[in-house]
């Protein structure tokens, strides 16, 4: 087995069901309390926020979360820290009345969440891009690889997010095919995806986390698949940035993007790619431009038409940003992201992973002894899970009168705890379910 803080999940027995059934009809007599007492007894570790936090001794701090809310919807949104709420307010303010300090570096300050994320994920500095949205990101690689005109295949999933399965559906023609691996018990298998692969594989694209139930690939697992055929592997790690360990270095992954607003706790209109350095103007070229891929630039509007200079005299970068950043990014969400990122790094992911890995495991316990079925394999290990609930929309009028956020669905609910979820807070949504 390898080691799961290396950006794998560890071999899974997947249960597909369960014997009672689904929904309230299925609820067992005994008091879900009295299990909790029980559970207790037997040594069951009750996580708090203190013992997720590293070095920090009450993370509910960093937050401005009203006491009686129970967020459990951070697979949709994270919310966003204190000092990172009050930074954007400072800056906006600063723009709006135009008196900014004069030890008020706006630029220096959106020069480090580049620098801080690829820390987070073991990446060179150089291999790390501004995008607008994970979904940008992917687009780049797509049409930096020249697939729009490639021949051969790309294969994905069907748990891959389904912004970018339009995108996949929208290449495919006369001369390249689309391969979508479908899922087998909540998950991808990774024989049918080595099946899929081939030779004439151009890229193989998926979520490291899916959206849609949790499900977190084993990277590296998938990349030696890929690997072996001469195929480069792209991941969405959207969904596992800040919450799942991640090691792009020990993975083997070519290629990734992310935003910002889930576990990272930023905000929307900023996020970043990685792009393995050797790839760079070999397997990815450069089909944008703009100054913020000129170290130098210089416009000489006046000098004489037929000097050297004229129009303008410039050097062109060789970094991940040099082929992929070309006009100012969002100020505010890149100044949120700046302390957002250094909360995570004091905290450690690792501790955010454990933290929530407890709460995860104490409410799929419940809800599966209550009758509800997980539609997230056993032993699956990323921040969300997801359950069928045939009464979702009755349960989510539960939800909104109790102030539970998680992500309801026509008949499924999805829950992704984080750092400041309690076990308290899976409490309260098992008493409200179990009701």
């Known amino acids: ?51 997720a936090a590293g070095k920090m001794a009450n993370p509910a701090k960093a937050f401005l979360k009203p006491a009686n809310l129970n967020w459990l919807n951070n697979s949709g949104m994270h919310l966003m820290p204190r000092d990172a709420s009050e930074a954007a307010q400072s800056y ?45 990101g992917e687009n780049l690689i797509v049409n930096g690889m020249g697939l729009r005109r490639a021949k051969g295949n790309i294969v994905t999933d069907a748990l891959h997010y389904d912004g970018s ?33 081939d030779r004439e594989t151009k890229l193989v694209a998926i979520s490291h986390v899916s959206s849609v139930n949790g499900f977190a690939h084993d990277l590296k697992a998938v990349c030696d698949i890929a690997h072996a055929k001469g195929v480069p592997v792209y991941a969405d790690i959207v969904q ?43 397997l990815v070229q450069r089909i944008q431009y703009g100054y913020l891929q000129c170290p130098t630039l210089e416009q000489y509007a006046f000098s004489d038409p ?32 700046d302390k957002s990122l250094r909360l995570i790094q004091r905290v450690g992911v690792e501790n955010i992973a454990n933290h929530t890995q407890l709460l995860i495991e104490r409410l799929r316990e419940d809800l599966q002894r209550m009758g509800y079925r997980s539609l997230t394999p056993d032993g699956n290990k990323s921040g969300t899970t997801l359950f069928s609930v045939p009464n979702a929309q009755q349960m989510k009028a539960k939800f909104d009168a109790a102030s539970i956020k998680a992500g309801v669905r026509e008949t499924e609910i999805r829950f992704s705890p984080g750092l400041l979820s309690t076990m308290d807070d899976i409490e309260h949504v098992l008493d409200i379910m179990q009701k």
Request: with cysteine; charged share 20%.
């Open 92 to 136: 906006l303010h600063f723009k709006a009345n135009g008196h900014f300090p004069p030890n008020y570096h706006v630029f220096e300050t959106l020069s480090q969440p580049r620098i801080l994320f690829a820390d987070l994920i073991n990446a060179r500095h150089d291999e790390i891009a501004l995008v607008q949205s994970t979904l940008a």
């Open 1 to 51: 087995m390898r080691d799961p803080t290396i950006c794998t999940s560890p071999e899974r027995v997947v249960r597909t069901g369960n014997a009672q059934g689904e929904g309230d009809s299925a609820i067992p007599s005994l008091s879900r309390r009295s299990l909790l007492k029980v559970g207790a007894a037997g040594g069951v570790m009750i996580a708090t926020p203190a013992q």
């Open 165 to 197: 399965l339009y995108l996949y559906e929208s290449l495919k023609g006369k001369d390249l095919e689309l391969r979508v691996v479908a899922p087998r018990d909540y998950g991808v298998n990774l024989a049918d995806l080595d099946r899929a692969i």
């Open 306 to 337: 037929h000097s050297r200079q004229w129009p303008i005299e410039y050097t062109v970068g060789s970094e991940a940003k040099d082929y992929f950043e070309v006009g100012t990014p969002s100020v505010v969400a890149l100044i949120t992201l």
């Open 240 to 282: 596992s940035a800040g919450i799942v360990p991640i090691d792009v270095k020990a993975c083997g992954i070519d290629f990734a993007a992310c935003g910002s607003y889930k576990w990272l706790m930023g905000d929307m209109g900023a996020g970043f790619l990685y792009v393995r350095k050797e790839h760079l103007g070999t």
